[in-house]
């Protein structure tokens, strides 16, 4: 493995988001000096959070997984995810809700939804799920150590035992058509599908090896942290700080000061230098460009994942058949991604995210009220309406947003928002994220594994990127990667920390027991 050649005692970190927490704790662990550099004034980047009118609203991710990742961050530093953060497993996962008027609720235990897929398809069926969970299990077991917690000097690293183990599952054909060898009913296909719209790609085109993001959801088991997903950087931030890093809040990188092939140090906005022996880049990709001075160059340009519309709501009520996190389906599939990669339109027929997070922490939300984050895809500024454009047909775009959230049984929905906060691709366009998209580079198989933009810069030898847009992608699991993959090319890989997949009671983490779903609706 390709590591920082040179002095690496002083490393500055640009960025304090999920993936540069994890490197800073990695690093620390590893005996670095650590100096985090942030233009907010405070942590969480993408998981950050805004307070509106009694609201605590995440503005980032809602859904965690594999909080063994976090953990393993946490335990650089003698430290441990427990001590700063309390979890809550979800039971349902998911609650998907279709078209016809049918739900599922998605259980990540093999039982529960052996039998849940029973009640709602019959025998066959639920014969078939045992058999994709299966599948699903070893699909991960094949992928995690050599092509997702890796990095990649070359694409000759895909040679190798673990390749003809990922092919023999069928990982390279598509997704869409490996799940239906599971699954007859289209509904459940979806429910295992879905998820290539993180890697922005349409199922009927995603490789099946993107099925390990259904494994993360559906079967590893998904997590709240009490305080909302804002809890867990603030938590990492903490202890880095309790290990000895030093984080200067509301301080942007303006440039990185040269000699040779070597970066000496970061310039703040301040004028203030910093001086460093390597430097860890977490912002954006076009904002880490800038700081190098330049982009490098590739055959194809990147393409970039759909967006989304992001509706926050602080309501006087809420509804019983919501669940924590709830798929609300249409009855339109293949048309609604054709429209968001292809076409550029906005979804005719939406697919939404809803997610309740008072469901498990009220106290996110003034005493009585409820805090509901709608997810709408969208189509980026590269495929569909630019940035400015959206300031027009926001507003629009969430009236009938709300007009279809009623429609499909939040009844009173929008008599009942009493603050809320609408975020469009010209917010994300506005923060810096390329295309107007928070989801960053798309996992086409030409951005994925070696052939994603590296973490190593070619002609500077003592700087790193790590992020979403970089090795090994999107998502929270692999933004926590990404921060560990990145400390590996400082330290040369010695960062204390086996690879292994406990659930978090297991090695302690306060999974506490899950409330009843319903237990803060009105009665």
């Known amino acids: 493995m390709r590591t920082v050649a040179g002095p690496t005692d002083h490393v500055v970190v640009v960025g304090a988001g999920l993936s540069g927490l994890a490197c800073a704790l990695h690093l620390l662990g590893a005996g670095r000096r650590v100096t985090v550099v942030e233009r907010d004034d405070g942590p969480g980047g993408r998981a950050g959070r805004v307070r509106l009118g009694g609201y605590e609203i995440d503005t980032g991710p809602t859904v965690l997984t594999m909080p063994h990742l976090a953990d393993e961050a946490f335990a650089a530093v003698g430290d441990s995810l427990d001590r700063h953060v309390e979890l809550t497993a979800l039971h349902p996962a998911y609650r998907a809700c279709f078209a016809d008027g049918s739900s599922l609720d998605v259980h990540t235990d093999g039982e529960a939804m052996e039998a849940e897929v029973r009640r709602f398809a019959g025998p066959a069926e639920a014969a078939g799920y045992r058999e994709l969970r299966d599948w699903l299990e070893r699909l991960y077991r094949a992928q995690m150590r050599r092509f997702i917690d890796t990095n990649f000097d070359s694409p000759f690293q895909l040679l190798h035992p673990d390749l003809a183990r990922l092919a023999a599952l069928g990982g390279f054909g598509r997704l869409d058509r490996r799940i239906s060898r599971f699954l007859a009913d289209p509904r459940l296909r979806r429910v295992f599908s879905f998820q290539a719209l993180y890697a922005g790609v349409a199922p009927a085109r995603a490789l099946a090896a993107y099925a390990v ?259 090994p992608g999107v998502g929270v699991p692999t933004v926590l990667i990404s921060g560990k993959l990145a400390a590996g090319r400082v330290t040369g890989g010695r960062t204390g920390i086996r690879h292994v997949h406990t659930s978090p009671a297991r090695r302690g983490t306060r999974a506490v027991a899950p409330t009843a779903e319903g237990a803060h609706d009105p009665s």
């Open 213 to 471: 993001i259904a494994y993360m959801d559906t079967v590893a088991g998904v997590w709240f942290p009490k305080g909302g997903m804002h809890a867990l950087p603030r938590g990492m931030a903490n202890a880095a700080a309790q290990a000895g890093a030093e984080f200067r809040w509301s301080a942007e990188a303006t440039m990185l000061e040269r000699s040779g092939d070597r970066v000496r140090a970061v310039r703040l906005a301040s004028g203030e230098s910093i001086r460093c022996d390597a430097v860890v880049l977490t912002c954006e990709l076009p904002a880490a460009h800038r700081l190098l001075g330049r982009a490098p160059k590739r055959p194809v340009r990147l393409r970039h994942s759909p967006s989304s519309v992001v509706l926050h709501a602080g309501t006087d009520r809420t509804w019983p058949g919501l669940a924590h996190h709830t798929l609300s389906f249409g009855a339109a599939w293949e048309r609604t991604f054709d429209q968001l990669t292809r076409t550029g339109e906005l979804m005719s027929d939406p697919s939404l995210l809803i997610t309740r997070p008072t469901t498990h922490d009220p106290g996110l939300a003034p005493p009585g009220r409820h805090l509901h984050y709608v997810l709408a895809p969208c189509p980026n500024t590269d495929v569909g309406p630019s940035g400015a454009e959206w300031r027009d047909l926001g507003p629009r775009y969430r009236d009938s947003l709300v007009t279809e959230l009623e429609r499909r049984g939040l009844d009173g929905f929008a008599d009942s928002v009493q603050e809320e906060l609408l975020v469009t691709p010209l917010d994300w366009t506005a923060q810096g994220h390329a295309a107007g998209s928070p989801f960053s580079v798309s996992h086409t198989f030409a951005q994925t594994g070696p052939f994603r933009p590296r973490n190593l810069v070619r002609g500077l030898e003592n700087v790193v990127l790590a992020g979403c847009g970089t090795t």
